[in-house]
């Protein structure tokens, strides 16, 4: 157990609606990053938040928003839901801002269908 | 632009053979190398790690090496169990003005037959 919860373990949904999903970091970690892991795709980082900011973007949608709270847990918010936006959605966690050089500890994602 | 990438998609081996599955990258200035190991339903988990000032790296039953000449990262596990059948994804931090971003590779299928 890497003490990252993500929540909830399964979404499905429809085309066009509004998903948020939630990621509690590890005890004591600052950062919270969100990746995307699609068959095709692989693992893509979207975005990462640190202590309540926005630290460091990645192909991220603009109909993808996400935020980090004063307790530090985050939510990443999907909209307009496509057909291949189905996929992983795993939250990581670490305790620095992002300097470049730190383990990232994983949840054990989201499975988003969209149908 | 740059990436990391893996030599092979799928590698089957023996129970109590050793394993070594390669990984190339292309940003030479990249100076921090991770390989994460994903079972099936789970999140990435950490297995070990490198920095660029280190040309090997043990940990339990698995040893990490870089070679920066040909920037080659390998990961060796010994005496593979049926347990370590997982994906295995090598990682590297890519740095743009948005800030800096752990960047995975497609990622290797170890399968561990009896």
């Known amino acids: 157990d890497s003490g990252v919860t993500q929540t909830p373990k399964h979404l499905i949904t429809a085309t066009g609606q509004r998903v948020t999903l939630r990621c509690s970091p590890r005890?004591?970690?600052?950062?919270v990053y969100w990746y995307q892991q699609s068959l095709d795709q692989g693992l893509q980082f979207l975005i990462q938040?640190?202590?309540?900011?926005?630290?460091a973007k990645g192909n991220i949608l603009e109909r993808f928003s996400a935020q980090q709270f004063p307790d530090l847990h985050s939510e990443l918010n999907l909209s307009s839901l496509e057909l291949g936006d189905s996929a992983l959605y795993f939250c990581?966690?670490?305790?620095?801002?992002?300097?470049?050089?730190?383990?990232?500890?994983f949840g054990s994602g989201t499975q988003l269908s969209v149908l | 632009g740059e990436s990391v990438g893996l030599h092979l998609p799928t590698l089957s081996v023996q129970e109590g053979d050793n394993s070594i599955i390669n990984c190339a990258y292309s940003?030479?200035?990249?100076?921090?190398f991770i390989w994460y190991k994903q079972e099936s339903g789970k999140g990435p988990q950490f297995i070990i790690d490198?920095?660029?000032?280190?040309d090997k790296r043990q940990g339990q039953r698995v040893t990490v090496l870089l070679n920066k000449t040909v920037k080659h990262l390998s990961l060796q596990i010994a005496a593979t169990q049926p347990g370590d059948s997982a994906v295995y994804f090598c990682?590297?931090?890519?740095?743009?003005?948005?800030?800096?971003?752990?960047?995975f590779g497609k990622g290797t299928s170890l399968l561990v037959t009896p």
């Open positions: 990682a590297e931090y890519q740095i743009s003005n948005s800030g800096y971003a752990l960047n």
């Open positions: 938040y640190y202590n309540g900011e926005e630290r």
């Open positions: 940003n030479s200035a990249s100076d921090y």
């Open positions: 490198i920095r660029s000032n280190m």
């Open positions: 005890s004591g970690d600052l950062s």
């Open positions: 990581a966690s670490s305790p620095s801002p992002g300097t470049g050089n730190e383990k990232l500890f």
